[in-house]
């Protein structure tokens, strides 16, 4: 299976070269490749799986809790201002 | 040639709870920026999101009001894609199996009234906030700020059926499901605010013609009206496109209050590859049936419903029923009213006319004001009384609810009543002149006589007498 490299590397917001473009093409359709082989299964009883373990409801009481780590998830940012996360032009 | 509208609404509702979607943060508006922000709403690694109990039942409760069918099994979904206000690369939102599915919604549309299809209502987290700098807009900023706090708010998105057919059916439709949402209590739905917002697909085609046009999404429409004008400007401008021959390019457009116009965002709109996948973090929310019905004997009685129960009780008029379910406090005060002065007409014309017109002057609720329902029905009854006339007890109405005194003390107060002994006295010489009989029924021992004898000193004063001190004064006049 032949895969569009250039196409995932841009949703991917990667910049490949050319020699890595190559590279990386037959390396992502083998892996593509091996996983086409589920297709050999028959999987007409099996329930489409979206989790791997049989749990469900799993959830937490609407109650607030202050975070500790502002300071921590802030110092985080790349660059800063007026405690706010600063970014790049975003549409050219 | 004669084209068709076809509309189709995106309506994001966020959930009315404390604290986020997936995680213990605050939701409060108006903190300082990025000071209700944890590791699992600003996406750090390892971090892991637990879903909210209270989003998911608001949501079964809006899609139960909605008239939906609870999927048994729904998951949680990542939409990928980049941008400056989504931590994560991805948001948690739900995909192919949303939580509801399958409902509708009857609108009015001046008089007559339409089934509109709901296709699903699913749940998700909202995006933070962008400041951009050296521009009041995205287009021309140098930079931008992010503020994370509102990253992560719980949204339900519901999704209706292309059944809408005008920008004025859109409007409608789009008001009363916020009426409805504020009245079963999930979202306080204030577009003004943000907290329902509305995108629309628009596409036209010629009238009898099955297949739909190509669509564009119109977003950047912040109040009921803004919707209508924007959806018409939009149609018009497909349907100038279309007379000329042109072809309408499927894109996210804008719209302006200011040019009243939409504008496309960039010259060449890229098509979007969200690659969904399970969100592996989140397990699949399976609500059995206890749980359902019990949040369906929370929902009580509907608003339309309610609104018909009212017209057929109390004989109220579509209207003013209206006005009143939209306002689930105004209607309860109406009904808590109406047991103590059982002409619920009455009641009516005062809450949806004047209470209803000093609430807006003064943009407040029912709720914030110190009239309750016994003092309105105390007014009602002074006037059937005829201790006051109907004029004189709208500026006691407004005393009531400005100074937040007794009623009988506002109209003990107010110039308008007559206490002064000498015009009194004038008064009740001519009732007694006028009244012989009566007069001397009660110097004969019949002690009722008396009441008629009040009366007819209320009705020569226009109701303007102190009724206490002129039951006194015709008492001494008459020994
Ligand atoms: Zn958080």
Redesign the interface.
Known sequence: MRIDVE?VAK?A?LGLTDEEKKLFGPQLSAILGYAENLNQLSTGNVLPT???IP?????????????A??DD??A?APDE???????????E | MNYETVIGLEIHAQALTQSKMFCACSIKFGSEPNSNICPVCTGQPGSLPVANKKAIELGIKAALALNCKIEPSSIFARKNYFYPDLPKGYQISQYDKPLATGGWVDIDVDGVTKRIGITRLHLEEDAGKLVHVGADRIMGAEESLVDYNRGGTPLMEIVSEPDIRSAREAAVYTETLANLLRYIEVCDAKMEEGSLRCDANVSLRPVGQKEFGTKTEVKNMNSFKAIEKALLSEEKRHEEVLEEGGKITQETRFYSEETNTTSGMRSKEEAHDYRYFPEPDLPPIEPDDKWIEEIRQSLGELPQKRRQRLIDQFGLNTESASILVYDKPLANFFEDTTKLYDKGAVVANWLTGEVTAYLKEKKKTIEELDLKPPQLAELLKLIDEGTLSGKLAKGVLVKVIETGKQVKDIVAESGAQISDQGELNKIIAEVIANNTKVVADYKGGKETALTFLVGQVMKLSKGRANPALANQLLKEALT
């Open positions: 196409h949703l917001r979206s989790h791997a749990i469900k409801n799993v959830l937490r009481e609407d109650k607030v809790i202050p975070c780590n502002v998830i802030m985080n201002a007026d405690h706010m996360f600063r970014v790049p032009r975003i549409v």
